[in-house]
Structures are given as C-alpha cells and as structure tokens.
C-alpha cells in the first residue's frame, strides 16, 4: 500500500482536518491543528508531505522519525502539530486495515471507561455555578475553569480576592459533590502564583494547571513544595524531549499533553509511559475536535496512569461548530454517566461526514486569541 495525497481542510470554530489517502482506496483522519495558527500548521502538514506520499503507511515509526528527524531544525508547536496529526491519520489507517481500534494495535484495553471532564466558564471564569448545574444534569461531576483573569506579575489582593471568590462560590454552592481543575492558563507569573495557589489551597481544587508559563517549567517544583494541590501542565509542551525535563525537575503531578500538539499517538504514548516510571498521571489536553478527542481516548485506554480526559463539548472556544457536528456517527463516541468507554470501531473509530467538512471548509475562519492587556497597556498572558 502507498500514500496518495494528503488534503487539510480547516474548519469552524478553529479546527484543521486532515485527510490521508491511499492507492488501495483506504483513507485515514488526523487534526493536525495549532489554535490561531491552523494556516501555519498546515503549510507545514504540506511541506512534510514530501517526506509522506509514495511511503507506505504501515511503517508509521519510520515515517515519524524522518518527519521528525528529517528537519535540522525540529520540535515546537508548529512542527509537531503537523506531525501529530499525520500520525493519527496514519494509525487510523493502519486500523481500518486490520479491522481493529487503535487501542487494540496498541495492546489492548487497560480500564474499561475514562472520566471526561467539562470546560465552564469561559475566558473569564463567569456563570460557572449555572454552567456547572446544567453539565452535572448529564452526568458530569468533573469540570475546568479559568482559575483568573488577567494578573500582572505582582498583582492587586482585589485580583486576589476575585478568583478566590469564584472557586469559593464553587465549593459552598456544590460541597464535594463535583470535583474542579483551576486553569493559571499561563497567566499568573510565577511571584503571584505562589500567593494565588497558597490562596486557593482550602478549597482544595483537584489540581492547578498551568500555574506558570511552560518556558518557566523549573518553577514548578517550588510551587509545588509550598502546596498540596496537584500541579498540572503539558499543554505547550511538544515532544519527549520538552516533557523529560519536567519529569527530571518534579513538581508537576499530572501531564497534559495534547495529541495534536505533541506528534501525536506514536509520541504520547511514550510521553505516557514516561510519566508512569515517574508516577505522574495522564490527562490529554483537548480542547480541540473529535479526531483530536478519538486519538486521546487511544492513549487513554492503554496508559494506566490516564486519570480524566478533556472534552470540548460546550467549551467557550466552539463556536460556529460543536465537538460531533463532523462526526457521521455520533455514537461512536460513547459517553456513559460523565465517561467515556472505548469504541470497537476500526482505527480512530470516527466517520468524519467528508461532504459537510468540504463545505464548511470553505468559510472557515481565521480564530485568533484575543490580545490581552493589563491596566498599564502592557500586554498579558490570555
Ligand atoms: O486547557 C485548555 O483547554 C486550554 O488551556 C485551552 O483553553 C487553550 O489551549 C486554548 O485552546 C488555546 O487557544
Ligand atoms: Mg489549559
């Protein structure tokens, strides 16, 4: 079998899709996708694609290192989200060949099911005890807020006091009847994250996430001797070689990273496995589409240390489109009373609806973060 062509298609709200072809009519789905640069991940997808077209599929380790290794210049979110989203296509092609899930190829399941858990709140964590009571009405007691909004590097108590106010709102309105995950979102620098964390410490959120920048990740061990809040990060962490240095320092307690970020299923695997010597659980970053969540939920279901996986139904960013509207069958995701349980469909186990995404691809929009600022013009971290 031979690699044909690679198409992308980027699409609403932020998304890119690709698809993989090849000469025995067998196609494979990725979402190789960098959000607010889908355009510059998919000149990359392009120019890999030299290395791609006329290969054979099946040896995807080989295809991974010459994308990988090919480059002197190699790594970062742009290269290995192109990366990522060739190799989910490639796995989900190798397991429409042998009529079996990816997670099987990988060696079979380890659990029978993964808690999802729920985005509310938005870019400014605001209705999040509505947010919360609608969620918690299907099923879903596990949930993610901004744990701020924009925070100088030293900042006001009020500021302080603000983001305090919303978890604690959270606690007395819901006891320990559901369980939270504070997201920094990279915008407390690492002088008020430590007043920030100390602050939050009684309300005992299920971990922080990234407490610090990812470029500031040797701060995180001392946070982490100063609290008892699991620490979480990996969002903007792109291969082995940016989580190893974490694993070295300590201080996070679970990794997160995204599997159209960080070379897809072939690496995080590894990634995964790295972080069970260390003790350190899995929680895939993913706030992205449904090939994105299908190639999690591979990892998930042979990675031990996999805690709960993120889902984008709902979240603040899905507008224009929600997690399954590109999804022919959407009972393949099969989401039970706030988990997921594994598909017996082949490969990445999704049926992407091709004529919609031809469609919708052609108004897709340009998503950008928006750019923050702090009350003295300088810029924040969003
Ligand atoms: O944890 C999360 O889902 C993320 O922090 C998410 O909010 C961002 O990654 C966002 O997608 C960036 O545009
Ligand atoms: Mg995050």
């Known amino acids: 079998m031979k690699i044909t062509k690679l198409t992308t298609y980027r699409l609403p709200p932020r998304w890119m899709f690709l698809k993989i072809e090849t000469d025995e009519g067998v196609t494979g789905w990725g979402e190789p996708v960098i959000e607010g640069r889908a355009r510059s991940v998919e000149a990359a997808v392009h120019e890999l694609s030299e290395y791609v077209v006329g290969k054979d599929p099946a040896r995807i380790n080989d295809i991974w290192q010459v994308l990988y290794r090919g480059g002197f210049y190699r790594g970062g979110p742009i290269l290995m989200s192109a990366i990522a989203g060739i190799d989910q296509a490639l796995w989900d092609i190798k397991g429409k060949v042998l009529g079996a899930p990816v997670y099987q190829l990988l060696g079979g399941l380890v659990r029978d099911r993964i808690k999802a858990y729920s985005w509310v709140g938005g870019d400014r964590p605001a209705e999040v005890i509505a947010g919360i009571r609608k969620l918690m009405e299907i099923g879903f007691d596990t949930f993610k807020l901004n744990g701020c909004e924009e925070m100088g590097t030293i900042d006001t108590s009020r500021k302080v006091d603000a983001a305090v106010a919303t978890v604690a709102e959270i606690r007395s309105a819901f ?34 996430e990234e407490p ?67 003790d350190v659980a899995l929680a895939p970053h993913c706030p992205l589409g449904p090939l994105a969540l299908a190639s999690c939920l591979a990892v998930d279901f042979v990675s031990r240390n996999a805690v709960f996986q993120e889902q984008s139904m709902g979240i603040h960013y899905n507008q224009g489109a929600e997690l399954f509207d590109y999804v022919r069958n959407k009972d393949d995701f099969r989401i039970d009373g706030g988990y997921f349980r594994p598909s017996d469909k082949p490969g990445l186990g999704v049926v992407i609806d091709e004529e919609l995404v031809i469609e919708r691809s052609r108004t897709a929009p340009d998503w950008r973060n928006p750019i923050w600022r702090l009350h003295d013009g300088a810029v924040a971290e969003w």
């Open 175 to 208: 006891g320990d009847s559901i369980e939270f995950g504070l997201d920094f979102h990279g915008r407390v620098a690492a002088p008020m994250a430590k007043v920030l964390i100390h602050e939050l410490e009684p309300f005992r959120p299920l971990f922080i």
């Open 212 to 278: 610090v920048l990812a470029e500031q990740s040797e701060v995180y061990a001392r946070l982490a001797a100063q609290t008892h809040i699991p620490l979480a990060a990996g969002e903007r962490m792109f291969s082995r070689f940016d989580f190893k240095r974490v694993f070295a320092d300590g201080g996070i307690s679970i990794v997160q990273p995204d599997l159209s970020h960080a070379g897809g299923i072939t690496e995080c695997v590894k990634i995964a496995g790295m972080a069970e010597a260390y």
